[in-house]
């Protein structure tokens, strides 16, 4: 498509339960970012798949939070166990540039609300 | 404190107005220099990039990085209600890492 897709866009959960947020980068971009963003807060970044694998998962807040890549395309963040303060909307961004901070393309984001 | 400190909001300017837009960062490593805009319920857009201290201009939108103070800024000229966003800034630091640390953001509302 012509931009990153994330769905669904919006996901309420009860405490406790597992989640899923899908992200469909643009064609051809090798790097992929998550981002996650409370409210009236900036983004705050997670992890970072340059094809694959994981180059950078630094900022995921604990072992409840994990991301996977399977075929260098599409992206699945996982939330198991989520709690309130998980509450928040989750960016995905793709870029063509692997290694730099230009280019990024940023989806419309998950908005998670943990009831 | 914060790497990234950016000018609290919200901030409310008539159609026409000048409007200054500022952050502050502590980390010498950052080595380059964003202004995201986001609308409501969408993602962050780039409006501005650059690595070097100095001014870049585009439009109506000037981008100034001053390394010496840790200091960058955005100006938007004849400002539009179009232009009624979140303004974030971003930074990024040199070297294989990509991850970019942004302010938190200030909200904009041009009045007609």
């Known amino acids: 498509g012509a931009g990153v897709s994330q769905t669904p866009s919006n996901k309420v959960t009860e405490k406790g339960k597992y989640v899923e947020l899908r992200c469909d980068p643009i064609s051809g971009h090798t790097a992929l970012y998550w981002y996650r963003q409370s409210l009236g807060q900036g983004p705050e970044f997670l992890i970072y798949f340059q094809g694959t694998g994981a180059a950078d998962d630094s900022g995921l807040p604990n072992d409840r939070f994990f991301a996977v890549r399977p075929e260098g395309s599409v992206s699945t963040l996982k939330i198991q166990r989520t709690e309130r303060g998980d509450s928040a909307v989750y960016l995905c961004?793709?870029?063509?540039?692997?290694?730099?901070?230009?280019?990024?393309?940023f989806g419309s984001g998950t908005r998670l609300t943990v009831v | 404190q914060k790497e990234v400190e950016q000018d609290p909001g919200p901030l409310s300017v008539p159609e026409g107005a000048i409007v200054s837009l500022n952050c502050t960062y502590s980390n010498s490593a950052f080595q380059y220099f964003m202004w995201y805009r986001q609308y409501s319920r969408k993602g962050p857009e780039l409006l501005m990039y650059t690595y070097s201290s100095g001014n870049k201009e585009d439009g109506r939108f000037t981008a100034q990085v001053d390394k010496s103070s840790k200091y960058i800024s955005l100006f938007i000229r004849d400002s539009q209600p179009s232009d009624s966003a979140t303004y974030l800034c971003?930074?990024?630091?040199?070297?294989?890492?990509?991850?970019?640390?942004f302010g938190k953001g200030i909200t904009l509302s041009v009045r007609p």
């Open positions: 971003a930074m990024g630091k040199a070297g294989a890492n990509s991850k970019l640390t």
């Open positions: 961004a793709s870029s063509p540039f692997q290694g730099s901070s230009y280019g990024y393309t």
